[in-house]
């Protein structure tokens, strides 16, 4: 059991280094730890202790122990049932009919279809948005993310959030306008968590393997329309995905190279909210020399002062 503590300890401090601020945790999982809990509550209850309980002898508690569960009070009140996860069987893949057009044509009837799609309406909580990209259709570099969060899910557009706001000033450090490139996300909709009745979600987890699958033919439709030259995964989710939801332990393992995606080179690096947390230079620099990479492949010029951003000194 210490064992199976340690590995999850360790794979929930590798999350938190790759930005991950929320892990969804199933509802059979919770149950079965705690009635892991309660089982050696019941043990040490029925096993005498070996050390006289004399305030001397009072053991520290273990660093990274569960806390004991205490049984709710009679006269507590009860806590608010929370309405369970949305159903993980989806529908499969949506088919994107051939565009025609211009790209602005195209582009057009993809965001009707993608607004109008029955299972993305009905995994948008009311007064909320499905979301499809923005930028320029003629954009030589591409940006994916892995879902909307909860400004761009009011908003309709993707990366408006305090990361979005991150990515548009590492993109003006590129030289460029966050209108020069295109911008989008694997899922099209933010991925529910259970929320009590009439009140907003709060925090974000990431989608599944099966929410990306359903999306992402109009990920490639969106590829497909702006012809980029580059793409860039940002995060580990949004890795996942566009690596053929292939094993990796840490993003470091495949960041910083060229993959392939769509007939597309790909670059992967560290989302936005991976220096959020801890904004040193030692972070910054690791996204930085991966959109190097992408700026010496599209050709942009680069100067001896955008080669030393967050140098140390």
Not at 27 to 54: H, I, K, W, Y
Not at 199 to 219: A, D, F, I, K, S
Not at 240 to 265: D, I, M, Y
Request: hydrophobic share 40%.
């Amino acid at each position: 059991m210490r064992q199976s503590l340690q590995i999850l300890t360790d794979e929930l401090r590798r999350l938190k280094t790759e930005g991950v601020g929320v892990v969804a945790v199933s509802d059979e999982a919770l149950a079965a730890l705690r009635r892991v809990v309660a089982g050696r509550q019941e043990r040490s209850r029925q096993t005498p202790p070996a050390v006289a309980p004399f305030p001397g002898n009072v053991r520290a508690p273990v660093e990274g122990a569960l806390p004991a569960y205490t049984p709710p009070a009679a006269s507590a009140p009860a806590a608010p049932v929370l309405p369970t996860a949305p159903v993980a069987k989806l529908p499969a893949s949506p088919v994107v009919p051939p565009l025609a057009g211009d790209k602005r044509t195209r582009w057009d009837a993809l965001l009707a279809q993608v607004t109008g799609d029955l299972t993305c309406q009905a995994n948008v909580r009311p007064g909320k948005k499905v979301v499809l990209g923005v930028g320029s259709l003629d954009a030589a570099i591409m940006f994916v993310g892995e879902a909307p969060g909860a400004e761009e899910e009011i908003q309709g557009e993707p990366f408006v959030g305090p990361a979005g706001q991150l990515l548009t000033k590492m993109i003006q450090g590129m030289g460029l306008r966050r209108e020069d490139v295109y911008i989008g996300n694997i899922m099209n909709w933010r991925p529910q968590m259970p929320t009590v009745a009439g009140r907003e979600q709060v925090g974000n987890r990431p989608p599944t393997e099966e929410e990306m699958r359903y999306c992402l033919p109009y990920l490639l439709a969106q590829i497909e329309i702006v012809d980029p030259a580059v793409l860039v995964a940002l995060g580990s989710t949004a890795a996942q995905g566009l690596l053929g939801f292939r094993s990796f332990k840490t993003l470091g393992e495949v960041r910083g190279r060229w993959h392939n995606f769509a007939g597309k080179p790909l670059m992967i690096t560290y989302h936005p909210s991976y220096i959020l947390r801890e904004p040193t230079n030692r972070k910054k620099r690791l996204i930085w020399e991966d959109l190097l990479q992408v700026m010496e492949r599209v050709a942009l010029p680069i100067s001896d002062r955008q080669r030393a951003y967050f140098l140390e000194r």
